[in-house]
Structures are given as C-alpha cells and as structure tokens.
C-alpha cells in the first residue's frame, strides 16, 4: 500500500467517514460528552486508544487466526468479546499504574467499552483487509475525527442560545438540527475514501 492509499485511508477516517457524525457509531457515549467539552476530549482520547488497540488486535487476529482457517463466521463473536475485555484490562492496568489518571477518566473508559465506535472500526478494519501500517492509521484517525466531532458538538452546545430560537426547537430539537448541519458539512467529503 502505497502513500497516496494511506493518506486516502486518513481522509477516509477523518472527514469522509466520521464515526460519529456520518457513521453514526459513536453516540453511545456517555450524555455529558455532548454537553461538557472537557469530558468530551477525555472520551475521545479514551475511544482512540481503545479504537487503536482494538484495531491491531482484529488485525493480527484476522492475519493468524480468522483468514488462515477460514473462520470468518466467528469474528463478529471476536470482536464483540475483544473490546469490552480491552477496556477492562485497560482500566486495571491504569488503576494499578497510574492511579490519578484512573481518578479522572475511568468514568470515560468505562463509557467506551459499550462505544460502536470501537467494534465498528475493529470490524471495518477486518472486512476491508487493510495492511497492518492502514489498519493503525485507520483506527487512529477515526478516533480523533470523533474526538473531534465530540468536542465540536459540545462547544457548540454551550454556545446555542435557546432564547434567540422559536420556542419548538428549544431544547432537543436545536441540538438535532445542529448535529445534522455538522454532519452535512463532511458530506461534501464522502468520495475521498480509497475503495
């Protein structure tokens, strides 16, 4: 795979094929992602690293495992049990190693484990056949093109005055409309991705 196929690979996950807002992966998380943008980054980076572990694993597991013994029937099932138990090694291993940073975002680690957003990019990985090199960069930048869809929705969130908006979109409605906006302006992107 070539540059120009990586650097496809990374529009395809950062603007084209946003987990998020296009996807539609990565709205499981927890509710004040939406609203706080501080806990908005903290999630995004905890569904990176977990999207970008989750991503070799599938990977090495569809290189040695799945693919050599044509059990492609039971990655799905993989995959489901692979990222809960991810996020759970991860929250140990953080919790004994680093304590104070288990303080503060074992509230967001433990939102991702029930994220699509991990198994969805773990099982795009596995079904395109990516490289090793694509795989990573895939999962790496789809992460932080829903970190930054999260973070963007929420601060934009703080700014929408709802006194200036008639009295119906108050509320849920605005937020709606305001997400949709956000994700036409990616739609414009959509053909980037390499096949």
């Not at 956000?182 to 959509?190: Q, T, W």
Request: glycine share 10%; proline share 3%; aromatic share 10%.
């Amino acid at each position: 795979m070539g540059i120009l196929d990586l650097a496809g690979v990374a529009l395809a996950a950062l603007l084209s094929e946003n987990f998020i807002l296009v996807n539609c992966m990565g709205i499981g998380t927890r509710v004040r992602s939406f609203r706080d943008p501080v806990d908005a980054l903290r999630t995004g980076y905890c569904l990176t690293v977990v999207m970008v572990l989750g991503a070799l694993c599938s990977w090495l597991a569809d290189f040695l495992v799945f693919t050599r013994f044509s059990w492609q029937y039971y990655r799905l099932l993989f995959l489901a049990l692979l990222i809960p138990g991810l996020v759970a090694g991860l929250r140990k291993f953080i919790r004994v190693c680093v304590p104070e940073l288990s303080r503060r975002m074992d509230g967001n680690l433990a939102a991702v484990s029930t994220n699509c957003a991990a198994l969805g990019s773990a099982l795009l990985v596995a079904q395109r056949s990516y490289s090793l090199p694509a795989a990573l960069l895939f999962s790496f930048l789809g992460g932080i093109g829903a970190t930054v869809a999260l973070a963007s929705f929420a601060s934009l969130r703080e700014e929408v005055n709802f006194d200036s908006c008639p009295r119906c979109f108050r509320g849920t409605p605005i937020l709606l409309i305001t997400a949709g906006l956000m994700a036409l302006a990616l739609v414009g992107f959509y053909g980037l991705h390499v096949g």
